[in-house]
């Protein structure tokens, strides 16, 4: 699972990676979590990429209560194309979160040590994703919800002490097969990261999702 990340990257730099507008509401995150609004990068109605700020935990169109997005923060690669939940949003609705690392936990419950994970060829790469609408049937005439979910996978050899599972980072010169390409061309993208990453225990203060400041990424 992926429960924590963080995108420590000013918005001009997430702006020249992925080839979007600068979005003047993009701020560094060092503890992005559940039910959060977090910027993710799609294909907007004219072909081209667009920035926008979405929250995390996908509601399927077809859901009765947002709460359900509580539970789909993450999607399982393997199963993904064939799940309710989720495989429309795999046929038409894909896109790829910036990141600047993710969190994991390892120990005794109570006594969890999180490690900060980053890959060291991409300082800011991006993690496959599916998104959503949401519009709540009771309240028609309230705006729609727009939701996220991040895709994850079996972790690899760097990952593999610390958890059995990662979430799908993609190679940067896949990024536009992974948001455009039909459904088929893009199964062989979801697989655990090939590149070099750096696991580093930091402060147990990112269990707290109120927290959010530099000091979470200290080396512990």
Known sequence: MCSRYFLDADGNVIAYTFHVPVHDRIRKRFNIAPTQEAPVVRIDGAGGREVALLRWGLVPSWSKDIAIGNRMINARSETVAEKPSFRNAYRSRRCVVPATGFFEWKGEPGRKQPYA???????????????ERWHDRASP????????????????????????????????????????????????????????????AVSKLVGNPRNDSPELLADA
């Open 117 to 131: 994970i980053t890959a060291e060829d991409q300082p800011l790469f991006a993690l496959a994703g599916l998104w």
């Open 141 to 200: 005439e309230a705006p729609p919800v727009e939701t996220f979910t991040i895709l994850t996978t079996e972790a690899n050899e760097t990952v593999a002490p610390v958890h059995d599972r990662m979430p799908v980072i993609l190679p940067a010169e896949r990024v536009q097969d992974w948001l455009a390409a039909p459904p088929a061309e893009v199964r062989a993208l979801l697989v655990p990261y090939a590149g070099p990453l750096r696991v580093r």
